[in-house]
Nanobody, 126 residues
Framework: QVHLVESGGGLVQAGGSLSLSCTASGRTFSTYAMGWFRQAPGKEREFVATRNWITRSTSYADSVKGRFTISRDSANTLYLQMNSLKPEDTAVFYC????????????????????WGQGTQVTVSL
């Protein structure tokens, strides 16, 4: 089991920045990639960004490219730096971990991720 806990959400004005964190614990040695997804009210969960530390690759949704940056430190913590936030970024943001499946490539599909955090709310006001 991998346990994920997100933090760092909150309320920010449009154009502002927020940094999310996701701390992983448990059987983290089996994790080879982690990602961020988000779900806005009335919408399906969507991919935001992912990082694979075997291939050292990252991928971003087109809607956040150039504004969001995913990173990871050596202590099993995943980050999402969000700049130039827009009202349409308002959502619950979820951290997710991959422990199975091909270790090459980046997945944008939520079904490929095995463990999920509880989510953290990000609200961007006008």
């Amino acid at each position: 089991q991998v346990h994920l806990v997100e933090s760092g959400g909150g309320l920010v004005q449009a154009g502002g920045s927020l940094s999310l964190s996701c701390t992983a614990s448990g059987r983290t040695f089996s994790t080879y990639a982690m990602g961020w997804f988000r779900q806005a009210p009335g919408k399906e969960r969507e991919f935001v960004a992912t990082r694979n530390w075997i291939t050292r690759s990252t991928s971003y949704a087109d809607s956040v490219k150039g504004r969001f940056t995913i990173s990871r430190d050596s202590a099993n913590t995943l980050y999402l730096q969000m700049n130039s936030l827009k009202p349409e970024d308002t959502a619950v943001f979820y951290c997710a971990a991959r422990t199975r499946g091909p270790t090459y490539g980046d997945s944008i599909y939520s079904g490929d991720y095995d463990y999920w955090g509880q989510g953290t709310q990000v609200t961007v006001s006008l």
